[in-house]
């Protein structure tokens, strides 16, 4: 499906409306094609780069696609994918071929070597710059207590937006 070159910050209502109702789908590396719902995420200028932040936590089956990518992808569905966001947030990778499940379908990218996902209206292209972990010692602890009663504490990837696209 075409897609065309958008300003990287033009969709940003659109993006966190989605975080913060049904999510986004991660994509990390291409084997296999993993979407996962992300519900937290940031956009914004680092290092003079545009950059997407994405938090995914150790336990989870994409936190190993991330760890050997090179490059992710956010893709932005519309409301008609929500059964789709609530299967990749609630499934595993490690048991599920969540491409088959939910019946979408994954594309190369338009610049970099990462899958996309064609229904979704609004995609973006990450070049991974950087990886931190939160530290249980520095985090507020109201938000410790409430986001990490378990303690598995999230992985962020700093993400340079090389491309951001809308489906024409």
């Known amino acids: 499906m075409a897609r065309t070159k958008i300003e990287p910050f033009s969709a940003v209502a659109q993006t966190m409306e989605a975080l913060g109702s049904g999510g986004a789908l991660l994509i990390a590396g291409a084997d296999p094609v993993n979407p996962m719902t992300i519900g937290w995420g940031q956009i914004g200028v680092a290092w003079g780069k545009p950059v997407f932040l994405v938090m995914v936590r150790p336990s989870r089956f994409t936190y190993g696609l991330m760890e050997k990518a090179e490059a992710f992808s956010v893709n932005v569905p519309g409301a008609d994918l929500a ?3 609530t299967l990749c947030g609630t499934r595993s990778g490690r048991d599920t071929n969540k491409i088959a499940e939910t019946g ?6 338009v610049e ?3 899958p996309i996902l064609a229904e979704c209206p609004v995609h973006y292209e990450c070049r991974i710059l950087q990886k931190s972990m939160i530290d249980p010692a520095t985090l507020d602890g109201d938000v410790g207590r409430s986001c990490y009663p378990e303690g598995d504490h999230h992985a962020v990837w700093w993400g340079e937006i090389v491309g951001a696209f809308r489906r024409a």
Not at 104 to 109: I, T
Request: hydrophobic content about 50%.
């Open 83 to 85: 059964e789709a966001c």
């Open 104 to 109: 979408l379908a994954a594309e190369r990218g």
């Open 112 to 114: 970099l070597d990462v």
